[in-house]
């Protein structure tokens, strides 16, 4: 993986617009995989070794071999162009960490919501807070040779709109990872595209409302 971010090229200091984008799931669900596997420069991690005191607060249900755990969050980057990178933020999976997303969320144009198949529950934390706050997201199902499930059953597991779309990926592959921030990118640019058109009509009703309206007599 290092050598692979060396032979990069070099990314430019500074950049006209910066794209802020969070990787939110369950308690290991991959975050901090995904971001390092699509990273340019070397990711930010604030990844600990989980110790015995950790066992009694977070649920290791499906992730008994898991050895270290995000404690603040990770950072990665991607130049989109000449002027515009995206910074990725992934966000810790535990409850106890939990209260650190509100501040994440701040400035974010959008999310992934990235879930483990054989713990959809876990996942459910993370589309409340996103819909709370009001931020576009897609849901990322990681691959970890679970039980197979229909996006039907995924989506009603969820409870997702018909409109948040659903990819499957391999976090530790960074062209799949690409492709799911590359989806991300497109939802959100077909949300603005939608937002456009719906002001242009209520401003073009606006109008025509006022033209109709007739004079009052003085």
Same mark, same amino acid.
């Given at each position: 993986?290092?050598?692979?971010?060396?032979?990069?090229?070099a990314?430019?200091?500074?950049?006209?617009?910066?794209?802020?984008?969070?990787v939110?799931?369950?308690?290991?669900?991959?975050?901090?995989?995904?971001?390092?596997?699509?990273?340019?420069?070397?990711?930010?991690?604030?990844?600990?070794?989980?110790?015995?005191?950790?066992?009694?607060?977070?649920?290791?249900?499906?992730?008994?071999?898991?050895?270290?755990?995000?404690?603040?969050?990770?950072?990665?980057?991607?130049?989109?162009?000449?002027?515009?990178?995206?910074?990725?933020?992934?966000?810790?999976?535990?409850?106890?960490?939990?209260?650190?997303?509100?501040?994440?969320?701040?400035?974010?144009?959008?999310?992934? !919501?990235?879930? =483990?198949? +054989?713990r959809?529950?876990? /996942?459910? *934390?993370?589309?409340?807070? #996103?819909?709370? %706050?009001?931020?576009?997201?897609?849901?990322?199902?990681?691959?970890?040779?679970?039980?197979?499930?229909?996006?039907?059953?995924?989506?009603?597991?969820?409870?997702?709109?018909?409109?948040?779309?659903? !990819?499957?990926? =391999?976090? +530790?592959?960074?062209?799949? /990872?690409? *492709?799911?921030?590359?989806? #991300?990118?497109? %939802?959100?640019?077909?949300?603005?595209?939608?937002?456009?058109k719906?002001?242009?009509?209520?401003?073009?009703?606006?109008?025509?409302?006022?033209?109709?309206t007739?004079?009052?007599?003085?």
């Amino acid at each position: 993986m290092d050598s692979a971010i060396s032979d990069r090229a070099a990314l430019q200091a500074t950049a006209d617009n910066g794209l802020k984008i969070v990787v939110v799931g369950g308690f290991g669900v991959g975050k901090t995989t995904m971001v390092r596997s699509v990273s340019e420069i070397r990711p930010l991690n604030t990844e600990e070794t989980m110790t015995r005191a950790g066992e009694a607060v977070d649920d290791l249900d499906g992730v008994q071999s898991k050895t270290s755990t995000t404690v603040a969050f990770d950072f990665g980057r991607i130049t989109l162009d000449a002027r515009s990178v995206l910074y990725l933020f992934g966000a810790p999976g535990q409850e106890r960490f939990w209260f650190l997303w509100d501040r994440l969320f701040s400035g974010t144009l959008g999310a992934v !919501v990235l879930v =483990d198949t +054989r713990r959809l529950a876990d /996942s459910w *934390y993370a589309i409340d807070r #996103l819909e709370h %706050h009001g931020t576009p997201f897609i849901v990322a199902c990681n691959d970890f040779g679970g039980p197979l499930h229909t996006e039907q059953q995924i989506r009603e597991a969820l409870d997702l709109s018909p409109d948040v779309p659903l !990819v499957e990926c =391999d976090a +530790r592959d960074r062209s799949s /990872s690409k *492709y799911v921030l590359i989806t #991300l990118v497109e %939802h959100l640019h077909a949300l603005s595209e939608a937002r456009a058109k719906n002001a242009g009509a209520a401003l073009a009703g606006g109008q025509g409302a006022t033209a109709m309206t007739p004079e009052r007599t003085l």
